[in-house]
């Protein structure tokens, strides 16, 4: 399997309700340093997983969305709380549709809230489009 990777970082705030979550349940913010990993069993015609500029810019723009936002009041987080896991998957989600990459390959998102702990959600990316290079 093959992977290739990049990394970015957001800075977000938001509260968690419920009386598990103690302190956190006070809006505060949260600095998250994300990596984003697509896995691939083959390489394309041209010997690559992904284009890593094609992932680098699409990490940015799915960022950009939450990226010093309250995301109490984003519309992806609406009535939802915003844990790292589920911030994970939004990532995914959406830079999952904005990939071209070819169907069979996975993306892991990881958060990592401090070099101590960090949360990850891996998946096979679902309706990937064919790399346009792999067209010919």
């Known amino acids: 399997m093959y992977t290739v990777g990049v990394r970015d970082h957001i800075m977000v705030a938001h509260s968690l309700k419920g009386v598990q979550f103690g302190p ?6 949260a600095t998250y340093t994300v990596s984003v990993e697509v896995e691939r069993e083959e390489l394309s015609p041209l010997g690559q997983v992904v284009e890593t500029s094609a992932l680098r810019d699409g990490l940015r723009a799915v960022l950009a969305e939450i990226d010093y936002r309250n ?3 984003h519309p992806a987080f609406e009535g939802k709380r915003s844990t790292p896991e589920l911030i994970a998957r939004y990532i ?5 549709r904005k990939l071209p990459v070819s169907a069979g390959s996975a993306l892991t998102i990881t958060l990592h ?7 990850r959600y891996r998946a096979p990316l679902r309706g990937a489009s064919v790399m346009p290079t792999e067209l010919a």
């Open 24 to 29: 956190a349940q006070r809006l505060h913010g």
């Open 71 to 73: 995301l109490d009041e």
């Open 92 to 96: 995914h989600r959406e830079l999952g």
């Open 113 to 119: 809230e401090s070099p101590l702990v960090w949360v």
